[in-house]
């Protein structure tokens, strides 16, 4: 009977140190093990390849903002709230095509030394509520948060302002 308390015992520990571990993990504002400058590059180019939608017109050029952050020994996992936006030229003007916003998940991970994105989340849901499932319940609270609503113009502006630098580059416009 001993043995078998002893075994309990043992499995209540593991299971005790496995929820305390995953309880530890902490949504970061900024990473660690990544420096900030190198974490953007990787981050910048992976999300303007990411098929948000099929383009009909133009190139979509993309934005974001990184909600939080959690590291692994050499991994990075970015929770990001990106604007895609489609540009084209018509007339010689730089129109708007498709847009949207998304909420995506990236691991990020050194090889060498090298960053590599290892794995990546995209909700297409339509419904906000629905899309942010993929976030963790902290970041979802922060996104459902009034004070991060109340941001949203100002979110939206400093994006669209460096969408349209990319697409003007792109499109080789002044």
Not at 58 to 77: A, D, P, R
């Amino acid at each position: 009977m001993k043995k078998v308390y002893q075994k309990l015992w043992i499995c209540v520990s593991v299971i005790a140190l496995s929820f305390t571990l995953i309880a530890c993990t902490k949504i970061k504002d900024k990473a660690s093990v990544i420096s900030e400058k190198t974490l953007n590059k990787v981050t910048s180019q992976f999300i303007s390849e990411i098929p948000y939608f099929k383009e009909e017109k133009g190139k979509i050029f993309c934005s974001y903002e990184v909600l939080g952050i959690s590291e692994k020994s050499n991994e990075v996992t970015q929770y990001l709230d990106v604007l895609a936006q489609e540009y084209y030229i018509e007339n010689g003007e730089l129109k708007e095509g498709t847009t949207g916003a998304y909420p995506v998940v990236i691991t990020i991970k050194r090889e060498g030394k090298d960053y590599n994105v290892q794995s990546y989340k995209l909700s297409k849901e339509l419904e906000k509520t629905d899309a942010i499932k993929i976030l963790p319940k902290s970041i979802q609270k922060k996104v459902l948060s009034d004070e991060y609503k109340n941001s949203q113009n100002d979110r939206t502006k400093k994006g669209t302002l460096q969408r349209i630098e990319k697409a003007k580059k792109y499109f080789e416009i002044d």
